[in-house]
């Protein structure tokens, strides 16, 4: 049984401040296997991130391999549905004005990093919203590969356990994906507003 996604005050003030915040146990162990599973069947179909308009690939600024959930039609029906759970929850809490989502499925080998970075240019439409389900189901410190935030002074690192969905707003919250030292999976949906399409 998965936990239902319901945003406190604190959440939405978060949000709205340009904060980060998360859930434990947004998805079941058993959820967390079963989409980890089918990455792993789904390995060749993963190619090299790039980055920017021009989605140029630079391994210096980021390792990752990635592919759109909507390329493996049937297989994370749902996810699919939990981030449905999610929109629904921040139009009716937040008033984000959200009408959909694109789901990416990212990978990293050991050592694989992410340089600082925004998900979205201020304003923009298109990424109003940033929510990453990890998928790490034996996840321990010793691995590394942290989500670090730049949100205050101090960064915060965000440990990527299974199960884990982190939120933020898309063009505020600068953030990196640390070294890591095992295989690393997670899944971020970019959550649209109203005409953005």
Request: charged share 20%.
């Amino acid at each position: 049984m998965h936990t239902p996604f319901l945003l406190t005050d604190a959440n939405v003030r978060h949000l709205g401040e340009g904060e980060v915040f998360q859930m434990d146990d947004f998805a079941s162990h058993s959820e967390v296997e079963d989409w980890s599973d089918a990455i792993a069947l789904s390995h060749d179909s993963f190619i090299a991130a790039g980055t920017g308009a021009s989605h140029a690939r630079s391994s210096g600024v980021r390792s990752d391999r990635t592919m759109w959930e909507s390329d493996l039609p049937g297989r994370f029906l749902g996810m699919r549905q939990r981030f449905v759970e999610v929109r629904t929850e921040l139009n009716a809490a937040a008033w984000m004005g959200l009408d959909g989502f694109a789901i990416q499925l990212a990978v990293f080998g050991p050592g694989g990093h992410y340089q600082a970075h925004r998900d979205a240019l201020r304003g923009d439409a298109a990424r109003r919203v940033t929510a990453i389900l990890y998928l790490n189901g034996k996840w321990t410190a010793a691995d590394g590969g942290c989500l670090r935030v730049h949100t205050s002074e101090t960064p915060r690192d965000i440990e990527p356990r299974g199960g884990r969905l982190v939120v933020f707003l898309s063009d505020r919250v600068l953030h990196e994906v640390l070294p890591g030292h095992v295989v690393r999976s997670a899944a971020t949906a970019w959550f649209h507003g109203y005409g953005s399409r």
